[in-house]
């Protein structure tokens, strides 16, 4: 009798405080911030801030994307927050080959915001501008190579739909080939809630 309980007070009371226990040990911290910089993103000559914070308690070490807009009087505000426009730094866990993409840098140039990735044979990245309320993707350039003297660039300008890409050797130099499509998409990606590669295009 005493050990049915025994378990039933286990079950009811303690079993539930394990439960809560292992829940909070997963959530997020972003305990580590990478980087932070300052730059006009709104066009209203104050510097805007943008900060990448990192959390690296979690397996898959993601990042947190922050934008502030700078207040006239004081302060800033909160306009973005994109816990995937960065690709984690683990994406399969710490315990998995590595994918060979690792975030690099971003910078603020002219009201443009760019994202930059480096890949074992190359980079992308992602030009995002504010415009119409939102944060809209203007660009997207991809540079990888295939290991064996094939080097394939990608840029599509989002903002005039035109998509250029280029392979050549890059022992040589020698043009494989060199194309041009018109894509027009409407209206253009917003960078909340954005994701690398979400598309065929980008």
Same mark, same amino acid.
């Given at each position: 009798?005493?050990?049915?309980?025994? /378990? /039933?007070? *286990?079950?009811?009371?303690?079993?539930?405080?394990?439960?809560? @226990? +292992?829940?909070?040990?997963?959530?997020? $911290?972003? =305990?580590?911030?990478?980087? $932070?910089? #300052?730059?006009?993103?709104?066009? !209203? #000559? /104050?510097?805007?801030?943008?900060?990448? &914070? +990192?959390?690296?308690?979690? =397996? #898959? %070490?993601?990042?947190?994307?922050?934008? *502030?807009?700078?207040? %006239?009087?004081?302060?800033?505000?909160?306009?973005?927050? =994109?816990?995937?426009?960065?690709?984690?730094?683990?994406?399969?866990?710490?315990?998995?080959?590595?994918?060979? @993409?690792?975030?690099?840098?971003?910078?603020?140039?002219?009201?443009?915001?760019?994202?930059? $990735?480096?890949? &074992?044979?190359?980079?992308?990245?992602?030009?995002?501008?504010? +415009?119409?309320?939102?944060? %809209?993707?203007?660009? *997207?350039? +991809?540079?990888?190579? !295939?290991?064996?003297?094939?080097?394939?660039?990608?840029?599509? =300008?989002?903002?005039?739909?035109?998509?250029?890409?280029?392979?050549?050797?890059?022992?040589?130099?020698?043009?494989? @080939? @060199?194309?041009?499509?018109?894509?027009?998409?409407?209206?253009?990606?917003?960078?909340?809630?954005?994701?690398?590669?979400?598309?065929?295009?980008?």
């Amino acid at each position: 009798m005493h050990k049915k309980i025994h /378990l /039933l007070f *286990f079950i009811a009371v303690l079993l539930p405080a394990l439960t809560h @226990s +292992q829940a909070g040990s997963s959530k997020e $911290t972003f =305990n580590h911030i990478i980087l $932070t910089i #300052k730059g006009d993103l709104n066009k !209203d #000559k /104050l510097p805007d801030s943008v900060i990448v &914070l +990192q959390d690296t308690l979690n =397996n #898959k %070490a993601p990042y947190r994307l922050k934008i *502030f807009f700078k207040n %006239a009087d004081a302060g800033y505000r909160l306009v973005i927050q =994109n816990d995937s426009a960065i690709e984690a730094e683990f994406p399969d866990g710490k315990e998995s080959m590595l994918t060979g @993409s690792r975030f690099s840098y971003i910078q603020v140039k002219a009201g443009v915001l760019t994202m930059n $990735t480096e890949l &074992l044979r190359g980079y992308y990245e992602y030009k995002f501008r504010y +415009q119409n309320g939102y944060f %809209a993707m203007i660009g *997207f350039k +991809q540079n990888h190579s !295939d290991g064996d003297g094939n080097a394939t660039t990608t840029e599509f =300008n989002l903002s005039t739909g035109v998509q250029l890409e280029k392979i050549e050797r890059y022992d040589t130099g020698k043009i494989i @080939s @060199s194309t041009k499509k018109k894509i027009k998409i409407n209206p253009l990606p917003n960078l909340k809630g954005f994701i690398p590669f979400s598309t065929t295009l980008y």
